[in-house]
């Protein structure tokens, strides 16, 4: 059972790279999301999708576009990173937003 | 802004003693949640109080929410050095499939 799979687990990019955070769950939930956390700040979220073929922007959706590849998988993909993209980028799944969150090990994402 | 903010940011208590930490929120929600996060680790999920719930135990932990003042406790009784982590308040808000947590209480258990 692995649950929330988040790939790379640690990643250092230049200013202006671009990258994609891979996001897989097995579990067969509707919902997916992407957060980041910063030092003091809690989580924010990035982008939500609901079910399959649907992606929703959240609180802090500027510099990132996000893919529902299938039920499985949810992307994050950042065009031209910037150095206040640093950060611990966290995905979670659950069958719906009423239920139980399921969160991956995390991202630590360096911008230099 | 985030929906949730908790109080207090942190807490230190002696092991044995209870902790309780407060955490306000501010549109209509379906239901709560509590998380801990352990020091870099992702969260795990510890318990969900729904709208017309009051009240909740799980364990040594014990939810209110109180809707008409937007806010919920979280108490950890016979608190142990390993609850040592933040903790976390997320809602669900009604009117869409948002989940968006709080800032979070440090809590440290002093053995």
């Known amino acids: 059972n692995a649950g929330v799979t988040q790939t790379p687990k640690f990643q250092v990019l230049k200013t202006g790279q671009s990258m994609t955070l891979q996001c897989a769950q097995d579990m067969n939930h509707n919902s997916m999301y992407w957060y980041r956390q910063d030092p003091g700040m809690g989580l924010r979220l990035i982008y939500y999708?609901?079910?399959?073929?649907?992606?929703d922007k959240g609180e802090v959706p500027n510099g990132y576009n996000v893919s529902r590849l299938n039920k499985r998988e949810f992307s994050l993909r950042l065009e031209s990173a910037a150095p206040s993209q640093t950060s611990v980028y966290f995905c979670a799944s659950s069958a719906d937003r009423d239920t139980e969150a399921f969160f991956g090990q995390g991202t630590r994402l360096t911008v230099v | 802004s985030q929906q949730g903010e908790e109080d207090p940011q942190a807490l230190s208590i002696q092991e044995g003693e209870n902790a309780t930490m407060n955490c306000s929120y501010k549109?209509?929600?379906?239901?709560l949640q509590w998380y801990r996060q352990n020091s870099g680790r992702g969260l795990v999920h510890l318990i969900l109080i729904r709208s017309n719930e009051r009240e909740k135990h799980s364990g040594r932990l014990r939810v209110t929410l109180d809707t008409s003042k937007k806010s919920s406790s979280l108490l950890i009784t016979a608190s142990r050095a390993a609850d040592t982590a933040s903790y976390f308040c997320a809602t669900g808000s009604a009117g869409n499939e948002k989940l968006t947590f709080g800032t979070g209480t440090r809590l440290t258990i002093i053995p």
């Open positions: 999708s609901a079910s399959e073929g649907t992606t």
């Open positions: 549109t209509s929600i379906n239901n």
